[in-house]
T-cell receptor
Framework: KNEVEQSPQNLTAQEGEFITINCSYSVGISALHWLQQHPGGGIVSLFMLSSGKKKHGRLIATINIQEKHSSLHITASHPRDSAVYICAVYPPYQFYFGTGTSLTVIP | GAGVSQSPSNKVTEKGKDVELRCDPISGHTALYWYRQSLGQGLEFLIYFQGNSAPDKSGLPSDRFSAERTGGSVSTLTIQRTQQEDSAVYLC??????????FGQGTRLTVV
């Protein structure tokens, strides 16, 4: 059983569409990270959340601690958003990772 | 430093040889994490340091793997008698206590 489940696994969108990626987890956590990994590239931490909602540019992340669920939203998607998005939860002392959502935004 | 630095960026080694991977965390970050990502696979947690101590080493895949951290800063991950299944990208991240984690670019290890 995976401690972290992400959906969808793959997502193709047209440029400009609103995108939502979901993450559910089964362990108690002190924080949740949304990570971005471009093909052949390194990993960038987009957000760290412990409650509520955060916004950075066109990216919005929300978390509901009681429901053990987080969402990553991308507004007005762009081809440069194409990447793998990974949810990681911190119990603490280690991270549990989702398997990632591969996003392709078509011009 | 400006970010988490890992060296080497690429390493090709012969099966059976030992390798040492290095991670320089962001200055002042107390927590340091090692992960690996095998080809086509997700991220796998290996070990976590708070200061120089590793509370949980159970993520290390075998006793050929060891890690240490000295001075609350640089960490080395050592793989002895490398096997082909050890081929992966080894990633390091650091954070201040339990804050936001910053990732290095990784070391791509290929065992031939």
């Amino acid at each position: 059983k995976n401690e972290v489940e992400q959906s969808p696994q793959n997502l193709t969108a047209q440029e400009g569409e609103f995108i939502t990626i979901n993450c559910s987890y089964s362990v108690g956590i002190s924080a949740l990270h949304w990570l971005q990994q471009h093909p052949g590239g390194g990993i960038v931490s987009l957000f760290m959340l412990s409650s509520g909602k955060k916004k950075h540019g066109r990216l919005i992340a929300t978390i509901n601690i009681q429901e053990k669920h987080s969402s990553l939203h991308i507004t007005a998607s762009h081809p440069r958003d194409s990447a793998v998005y990974i949810c990681a939860v911190y119990p603490p002392y280690q991270f549990y990772f989702g398997t990632g959502t591969s996003l392709t935004v078509i011009p | 430093g400006a970010g988490v630095s890992q060296s080497p960026s690429n390493k090709v080694t012969e099966k059976g040889k030992d390798v040492e991977l290095r991670c320089d965390p962001i200055s002042g970050h107390t927590a340091l994490y090692w992960y690996r990502q095998s080809l086509g696979q997700g991220l796998e947690f290996l070990i976590y340091f708070q200061g120089n101590s590793a509370p949980d080493k159970s993520g290390l895949p075998s006793d050929r793997f060891s890690a240490e951290r000295t001075g609350g800063s640089v960490s080395t991950l050592t793989i002895q008698r490398t096997q082909q299944e050890d081929s992966a990208v080894y990633l390091c991240a650091s954070s201040y206590n339990e804050g936001e984690a910053f990732f290095g670019q990784g070391t791509r290890l290929t065992v031939v």
